[in-house]
């Protein structure tokens, strides 16, 4: 009974040791597929930030464009071709 104790010993030491190298190897893939995750969510972040800085980029961009437009339109109104005080308020004598 000792050598069948001793065998079943042995193996038992060996499924051990295997179980325990493919708990380490489910350990380490958890490790690393939390690592890459955490590194996804900071591109995620990042890629975010960048696009509500476009946004904001683009939307001030419109409005300086129309601040811009509008300041134009209003300095040529009031530019002497355009004012009536230029213009004779009495019909041409021949």
């Known amino acids: 009974m000792s050598r069948m104790d001793s065998y079943s010993s042995s193996i ?7 179980l325990n190298g493919l708990l380490g190897i489910i350990y380490d ?3 690393t597929t939390r690592k890459i995750q955490q590194s996804v969510e900071g591109i995620y972040r990042m890629v ?6 476009v946004i904001a980029l683009i939307i001030v961009a419109i409005f300086v464009l129309c601040f811009f437009h ?3 339109i209003h300095d040529e109104r ?7 005080s230029n213009r004779k308020n009495h019909p041409i004598e021949i």
């Open 12 to 18: 038992r030491e060996e499924q051990k040791a295997i």
């Open 29 to 31: 893939n958890y490790d």
């Open 48 to 53: 975010f930030a960048l696009l509500l800085i």
């Open 70 to 72: 509008c300041r134009r």
């Open 78 to 84: 009031q530019s002497p071709l355009h004012t009536s």
